[in-house]
Nanobody
Framework: VQLQASGGALVQAGGYLRLTCAASGLTFRSYNMGWFRQAPGKEREFVAAISWSGGVKGRFTISRDNIENTVYLQMDSLKPEDTAIYYC????????????????WGKGTEVTVSS
């Protein structure tokens, strides 16, 4: 299984970014997909998730394309505190917001928001 996150960049506060996670090696449509982030010196935290059936949780706007095996995270009105490495994850079962609830993880993409 591979989860390849992309789209991270340096943006100014108030700006926006769209992160993309391309999945392969799994039956994508059967998996819940989540975005987490980890800032320097902090624990990894939940950002957003979307279930295999389209239910969503969290902040920002998450969406998925079950044809392209891709999940997106649209982040608007970014703040400096949103600076972190953003990770894509895949899990099954109930849609959860915790790290242990996801089986597969990508390597992350870096988002930096300047003030």
């Amino acid at each position: 299984v591979q989860l390849q996150a992309s789209g991270g960049a340096l943006v100014q506060a108030g700006g926006y970014l769209r992160l993309t996670c391309a999945a392969s090696g799994l039956t994508f449509r059967s998996y819940n997909m989540g975005w987490f982030r980890q800032a320097p010196g902090k624990e990894r935290e939940f950002v957003a998730a979307i279930s295999w059936s389209g239910g969503v949780k969290g902040r920002f706007t998450i969406s998925r394309d079950n044809i392209e095996n891709t999940v997106y995270l649209q982040m608007d009105s970014l703040k400096p505190e949103d600076t972190a490495i953003y990770y894509c994850a895949a899990g099954i079962g109930r849609l959860v917001t915790t790290v242990p609830g996801y089986k597969y993880w990508g390597k992350g993409t870096e988002v930096t928001v300047s003030s």
